[in-house]
C-alpha cells in the first residue's frame, strides 16, 4: 500500500536551532502534502499544506516564517522549524491524500526543544 | 465553521466489552467520513465512509453512517487490551483536500 516515510522519528534540540523534517511518499506520487501537529491529549491540527511545485497554503496563526515548508518534488515534502523554542515542542505528523483509501499518515515526528 | 464531535472523549472499559465510539459533523459539501486509530504514533486508518447505511467491517470492528442524521458510529466488540488506543473520526470535504478531525476518544481496555 502507500506509504509515507517520515524522518527523523525522534529529535531533541537546542533552543535557537532549526529542525528539518521530511516526509517521502514512498510508492506514490503527492501534489499535496498535509502538515499536522499534536499536543499531548489533543487532536490533529493542521498546519499548512505544501503544494508540489507552489508556495504553501498556512492556516490561521501558524508563523510561515517560522515553519518553513519545501515541497520540490512529486515525492518530497519538508518542515523546518526554525529557531525553535521549548513551546514548539510537540509531536509533527505528514498525511498525503489518496484517491481510494482516504488519507495515509507519516510516523510522526516527536520534537522537543531544550 | 466546519466542525466535527466526538464523544465521549474518554472511556474505560474491561477485556471482553463492547463500545460504541460516536461521531457527528457538521460540514459544508461532505465527500467522506474517515475513521483512524491513533496509538504512540501516527494515526492508521480503519474505515472511509461515503455511503449512508451500509455498514463496513474488519474483524471486531465496524462502522456505519448516517448522512441524514450527520453522525457516524464505530464499534468494538469482544475488546482486547490492544485496543487501548485514541480513535479519531475525520470528515473529508469536496473543494478542500483539508481533513477536519474531531478531538477522539481516547479508550482504555483493561484487562
Known amino acids: 500500500g502507500a506509504v509515507v516515510s517520515q524522518h527523523p522519528s525522534r529529535v531533541i534540540c537546542k533552543s535557537g536551532t532549526s529542525v528539518k523534517i521530511e516526509c517521502r511518499s514512498l510508492d506514490f506520487q503527492a501534489t499535496t502534502m498535509f502538515w499536522y501537529r499534536q499536543f499531548p491529549k489533543q487532536s490533529l491540527m493542521l498546519m499548512a499544506t505544501s503544494n508540489e511545485g507552489s508556495k504553501a497554503t498556512y492556516e490561521q496563526g501558524v508563523e510561515k516564517d517560522k515553519f518553513l515548508i519545501n515541497h520540490a518534488s512529486l515525492t518530497l515534502s519538508t518542515l523546518t522549524v526554525t529557531s525553535a523554542h521549548p513551546e514548539d515542542s510537540s509531536f509533527y505528523i505528514c498525511s498525503a491524500r489518496l484517491r481510494l483509501y482516504g488519507y495515509t499518515f507519516g510516523s510522526g515526528t516527536r520534537l522537543t526543544v531544550v | 465553521e466546519d466542525k466535527v464531535v466526538q464523544s465521549p472523549l474518554s472511556l474505560v472499559v474491561h477485556e471482553g466489552d463492547t463500545v460504541t465510539l460516536n461521531c457527528s459533523y457538521e460540514?459544508?459539501?461532505?465527500?467522506?467520513l474517515l475513521w483512524y486509530k491513533q496509538e504512540k504514533k501516527a494515526p492508521t486508518f480503519l474505515f472511509m465512509l461515503t455511503s449512508s447505511g451500509i455498514e463496513k467491517k474488519s474483524g471486531r470492528l465496524s462502522s456505519i453512517l448516517d448522512k441524514k442524521e450527520l453522525f457516524s458510529i464505530l464499534n468494538i466488540t469482544a475488546t482486547q487490551t490492544g485496543d487501548s488506543a485514541i480513535y479519531l473520526c475525520a470528515v473529508d470535504r469536496g473543494g478542500s483536500e483539508k481533513l477536519v478531525f474531531g478531538k477522539g476518544t481516547k479508550l482504555t481496555v483493561n484487562p
Open positions: 460540514v459544508t459539501n461532505f465527500r467522506s
